[in-house]
């Protein structure tokens, strides 16, 4: 099999439809059947189930269809790892909202001071994938994480402990109270351990909050647009508390702070690669 043939099966599984695959792949149907044909006998697997009007997976192809992401993966890291534009490359993953408003800026320093380094850095990917395929297959050098697995093959180094503060965009005398929680204006959001367990046992097995989302982001534009209140870790939130923009509320009850940890492999420790990965976290940080 080689990477045209994962990228077809990849497309279609995702669209359930061998035209619109060609078209994502900017080749003809035919192109798209006839390698599906050489990775299906290369598998020895019936990958789809097709008629006239319907796609399916078959349940190879469910089976089939984690191992060609992480191949794929690995043949697109493994031309990074080939290069000889760079004498090193490094590829780290982590929430956006440690990028954006944490790392960016030492990212883009690291940058102009190692030009020889190439530097990809991965977000909006599952938590648990990051360690579990990205760090383990070697994909990833070093991933950032709030709540890490313990792992016999992965080590973690604490980079920072953030505050979480309730915040609006007007300040309030009263205290928020865990009913507040209850009322339209509360926004959610999820943060790493032990936010998720404190908030829980705060508000009662059965809470759905009336507005949530995942995206940092998202909760920010929301609180400046004074839509309601909500959770933001102290570094994001600092430029506009400063400003005045945004108001920190002041509570009934103690919010934990959270852990942000980097995770690479241990048998790598000494590579290059991480090395220069931790060195651009701790310098980014400062």
């Keep these: 099999m080689d990477s045209s043939q994962l990228e077809a099966f990849i497309a279609i599984a995702r669209l359930l439809n061998f035209t619109k695959a060609a078209e994502h792949l900017h080749i003809s149907q035919s192109a798209v059947t006839a390698r599906i044909k050489a990775l299906e006998t290369a598998v020895g697997k019936t990958l789809f189930e097709r008629d ?5 997976l078959t349940k190879a192809g469910v ?12 043949f697109e890291e493994s031309k990074l790892t080939l290069s000889d534009t760079f004498e090193h490359s490094l590829v780290l993953s982590g929430p956006g909202s440690v990028w954006h408003y944490r790392y960016l800026p030492g990212i883009l320093r690291f940058k102009r001071e190692h030009p020889n380094v190439a530097v990809k850095f991965l977000s909006n990917i599952d938590p648990d994938y990051m360690i579990r395929d990205l760090l383990l297959d070697g994909i990833v050098h070093l991933s950032i994480k709030f709540d890490p697995p313990d792992h016999p093959k992965v080590t973690k180094q ?16 009263r205290p928020v109270q865990k009913e507040d929680f209850r009322s339209a204006e509360y926004c959610h959001i999820t943060w790493g351990a032990p936010f998720p367990g404190w908030f829980a046992e705060l508000v009662g097995p059965a809470f759905v909050p009336a507005l949530e989302t995942d995206h940092s982001t998202i909760m920010l534009t929301i609180l400046l647009q004074g839509a309601g209140f909500g959770f933001l870790p102290r570094s994001v ?37 991480v090395k220069l990965g931790l060195k651009l976290l701790q310098t980014g940080d400062s």
């Design 237 to 273: 939130a600092q430029p506009y508390l400063d400003s005045q923009t945004l108001f920190e509320l002041p509570c009934a009850f103690d919010i934990p702070s959270i852990r942000a940890y980097a995770a690479y492999l241990t048998d790598l420790r000494d590579h290059d690669s």
């Design 52 to 56: 006239n009007r319907n796609v399916s």
């Design 158 to 173: 604490l980079l920072f402990e953030d505050e979480i503060v309730l915040l609006a965009k007007e300040p309030r005398d």
């Design 63 to 74: 089976a089939f269809y984690p191992y060609a992401e992480r191949m794929l993966r690995l």
